[in-house]
């Protein structure tokens, strides 16, 4: 599943965003199957008004959105790489997300004490990043010494270790991984598919602002927008403590909530639509009359891999689908009377699912 990570200073709000999180998984959770429910993750659905819409005209028995894993990584402070307060742990946690919501503090509040003291979104953002990329300096380094040692024995070790050697000299002079330019080449790939280097994953940045700066952007706010866009970055807005009371309530008066702070998508809906555009993730739809649910895949995906989503054995056995684009499904109301409008295409192997294709798989089991 796509997953992504919280990360910040304490006292940022985190677990304010991490507690709407888990309760919009709650909300949802009687119609969704969850697997195991674990403390510091939430398993939230998509939000996706094709995916009602598809509901409305199928009537399916159950309904099922995709779904984002967030993780909660607590204990980030200042000295976390060298183990100082839980640090540790967390990184490894974080280690294994596809992607980092990167939660800042951009509201004035003298109740809420600040870790060091003042409000600075940069300078946060730049104590949690510096964590990071010694805590992949750790890794990096104990990799390429062990490859090191192996060379001995298995001369192919050798452009790895070098290629790492680079790496490591680039990070350590402060630098993420993911400002490397010499990233995609083949034994970088193999080298960061296994290490799994935090600063080599995507980040969104997340300005929390309190109920005032939802409006207006504050200054705060602009900071973490302008370094945002210089890295390429993915940004988005929220109040954390607004997207707590936005769970639970039903469709007008969550309207009507949003529209008296002024905007009309929660924070949520925010963060998880960047998440997918920034992991260059679509969906596609099932719709049976037993159930209608999206499915999440890359961008750019063949017909054998979209149907691995549903089950692995799906792409061995796939023989070809057949599919309705999502606006042709709407128009015609039913796959019969899709089929009989001639909309209905039966496509191959080489097939790219597009954003919101209506499919049904055959395949060989
Ligand atoms: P964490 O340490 O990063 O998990 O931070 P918390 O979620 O515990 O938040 C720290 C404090 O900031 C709490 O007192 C929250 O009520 C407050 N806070 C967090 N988000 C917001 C917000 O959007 N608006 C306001 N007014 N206060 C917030």
Aim: aromatic share 8%.
């Amino acid at each position: 599943a796509l997953s992504i990570g919280i990360v910040g200073l304490p006292n940022v709000g985190k677990s304010t965003l991490f507690n709407a999180l888990t309760k919009a998984q709650n909300a949802e959770s009687a119609n969704y199957a969850f697997c195991t429910i674990e403390p510091n993750k939430a398993v939230v659905p998509v939000p996706d008004v094709r995916l009602d819409k598809l509901s409305e005209l199928v009537k399916p028995q159950r309904v099922q959105s995709s779904t984002v894993d967030f993780i909660d990584i607590a204990g980030l402070v200042a000295g976390a790489s060298k183990g100082e307060g839980l640090g540790n742990k967390f990184l490894g946690n974080i280690r294994e997300t596809q992607a980092i919501l990167h939660v800042v503090r951009c509201f004035d509040n003298d109740d809420v004490i600040h870790v060091s003291n003042s409000v600075d979104p940069i300078r946060d953002i730049d104590i949690i990043e510096t964590e990071l990329i010694l805590s992949d300096v750790q890794v990096l380094e104990n990799r390429v010494e062990r490859m090191a040692k192996q060379i001995k024995g298995d001369k192919s070790f050798g452009p790895k270790v070098e290629e790492g050697r680079k790496l490591l000299e680039f990070m350590n002079e402060g630098n993420q991984a993911n400002t490397y330019d010499k990233l995609d080449t083949d034994i970088m790939d193999e080298l960061l598919k296994d290490l799994r280097l935090i600063t080599s994953k995507k980040v969104i940045y997340c300005a929390n602002v309190d109920e005032n700066g939802l409006t207006d952007d504050n200054d705060y706010v602009k900071s973490v927008m302008k370094l945002a866009e210089e890295r390429g970055a993915a940004f988005v807005k929220i109040s954390a403590k607004m997207e707590e009371e936005l769970i639970g309530l039903e469709d007008e008066e969550y309207q009507d909530f949003l529209e008296s702070y002024g905007v009309t998508e929660s924070g949520l809906a925010k963060i998880i639509r960047t998440g997918f555009l920034t992991l260059g993730m679509i969906s596609y739809f099932t719709a049976g009359v037993k159930e209608v649910r999206a499915w999440t895949i890359n961008d750019g995906d063949k017909a054998p891999r979209a149907a691995a989503a549903i089950h692995t054995d799906f792409e061995k056995g796939f023989i070809r689908a057949e599919v309705i684009g999502y606006e042709d499904y709407v128009t015609h109301g039913t796959e019969a009377a899709c089929r009989a409008a001639g909309v209905l295409r039966s496509e191959g192997k080489e097939y790219v699912f597009k954003d919101g294709d209506v499919v049904h798989f055959l395949f060989n089991v």
